[in-house]
């Protein structure tokens, strides 16, 4: 399995402009995690899901941010309008039983 | 809520043991695991131990879990400098759900 796959790998945007960071999860497991990692704050997990379904969305910082997983191997973290204060690396991780495996991460800038 | 605590920083010459240390305050965790993180990387998988022993040990990695003290640790043998990285311990929280700590950054001194 190539694990879990995220695009891009970096992503520099203007502040106000949308972003949408994307995730394939490995193929057979059913829970996702988006989560976002910064010097000041550590890892904070913002989203996850089971089933495609969301089950807690408490750490998403604001109406900004919003989380989908339409199906299976395929999820999506957007942030509209993006502000300075976002930029961070996101990861996506997936997982089947109580083992999270994460991915690469998306390195986000946003100018 | 849960409390994971980590020192921030390590350094080890290489060759010698590193032992790596982790606090919490939420004793109900089935799982607790160890992630390794690379610069530029995600976090990695190292191990993982059951609530319920005490010692498990994988290669190079021990880990030791003291429940009454509610402490974890990570001991790496004969430590090599592509260990250099920041290893995070998590506790399961439940619904497959993580709780990572601080973080230690690990530098192996050639």
């Known amino acids: 399995d190539a694990g879990v796959i995220q695009s891009p790998r970096h992503e520099v945007t203007e502040m106000g402009q949308e972003v949408t960071l994307r995730c394939k999860p490995i193929?057979?497991?059913?829970?996702l995690f988006w989560y976002r990692q910064t010097m000041m704050r550590g890892l904070e997990l913002l989203i996850y899901?089971?089933?495609?379904?969301?089950?807690?969305d408490s750490g998403m910082p604001e109406d900004r941010f919003s989380a989908k997983m339409p199906n299976a191997s395929f999820s999506t973290l957007k942030i509209q309008p993006s502000e300075p204060r976002d930029s961070a690396v996101y990861f996506c991780?997936?997982?089947?039983?109580?083992?999270?495996?994460f991915g690469p991460g998306t390195r986000l800038t946003v100018l | 809520g849960e409390d994971v605590e980590q020192s921030l920083f390590l350094s080890v010459r290489e060759g010698d043991s590193s032992v790596i240390n982790c606090t919490y305050t939420?004793?109900?965790?089935?799982?607790l695991y160890w992630y390794k993180q690379e610069p530029g990387a995600g976090l990695q998988l190292l191990t993982y131990?059951?609530?319920?022993?005490d010692m498990k040990q994988d290669q190079r990695l021990t880990v030791l879990l003291n429940k009454k003290d509610k402490h974890l640790s990570l001991r790496i043998a004969d430590t090599q400098t592509g260990d250099s990285a920041i290893y995070f311990c998590?506790?399961?929280?439940?619904?497959?759900?993580?709780?990572f700590g601080t973080g230690t950054r690990l530098t192996v001194i050639p």
């Open positions: 899901f089971n089933n495609n379904v969301p089950i807690d």
């Open positions: 939420d004793s109900s965790s089935t799982y």
């Open positions: 998590a506790l399961e929280t439940g619904a497959n759900n993580l709780f």
């Open positions: 193929s057979g497991h059913d829970y």
């Open positions: 991780a997936s997982s089947i039983r109580n083992t999270q495996y």
């Open positions: 131990i059951f609530s319920n022993m």
